[in-house]
């Protein structure tokens, strides 16, 4: 098992921030992205990351932003280049290597554009309470993990500390204005369901996922990471079988160790033990393999 790489200090590059998984330094329009090993739950960074997660989530936001370029033009400027790290030392570039996103600076839209094909997380629980879901009612009688009639937007609010919220799409278009709240929802929906049909293709069912929006010279444009295991839930189409949770290629074996012990999700959060971190790692690697059609892959 490879070390998990859980920080980056990038002598000659300014730090813009420090996400919970990615530290984000500024050159002068643009931004260099760097997606580490360490892993959030509940809101809370955990001590110990996990081995080969950044660079999945950097190769799997690279393919998607190329698949759907023909729908939204999006933030990337180039992923792997030799000339993006003009500024870095040999080690530098080594360290980042395969973590690494050149993108546009722009103004974020503070709004978590989320859709949902499949009744399950937090929706089933609103669900369960009150036949909706961000104030969109749902048929009766669902099951948890049902796929729904249709996929349906469910905007929240973004944060930067703390939850999210769910909100209506009448409080997002009062938030940001009929006419961009209508553009949101309208790309999000063509996202899902375009990547949903490719990785469907793939054993693959991309349950829900969220998108993030920027705007650069009046253009809406994509932003972020980009359907990965950290902003979506991908469950195994061979497995699925509703009514129940589903196994999924993300850190649910993270969360299922931490509800298990009962830790009360206030920070310090506990460290992970080896057999966890192992087989969280092994389902990130098993994500890009089948998204990326990749037969064999290097765990380098």
Known sequence: ?????????????KLFKRGKVRDIYELEDRLLIIATDRISAFDVVLPNGIPQKGKVLT???LFWFGFTQDLIPNHLVRGEDSSVFYNLSAEERQLVNGRAMLVKKTSPVPAECIVR????GSAWKEYQSSGAVSGVKLGEGLLESQKLGEPTFTP???????HDVNITFAELENQEGVEIASKLREISLNIYLKASEYAEDRGIIIADTKFEFGIREGELILIDELLTPDSSRFWSKEEYEPGKPQPSYDKQF??????????DKNPPAPQLPPKVVEETSKKYLEARKRLLDENQHSQS
């Open 1 to 13: 098992m490879n070390q998990a790489i859980l920080s980056t200090e990038l002598k000659n590059l």
């Open 59 to 61: 190769a799997l936001s």
């Open 117 to 120: 094909g499949y009744l399950s």
């Open 156 to 162: 929240s609010t973004k944060a930067e500390t703390g």
């Open 254 to 263: 993270v969360r299922d160790y931490l509800e298990g012990i009962k830790w």
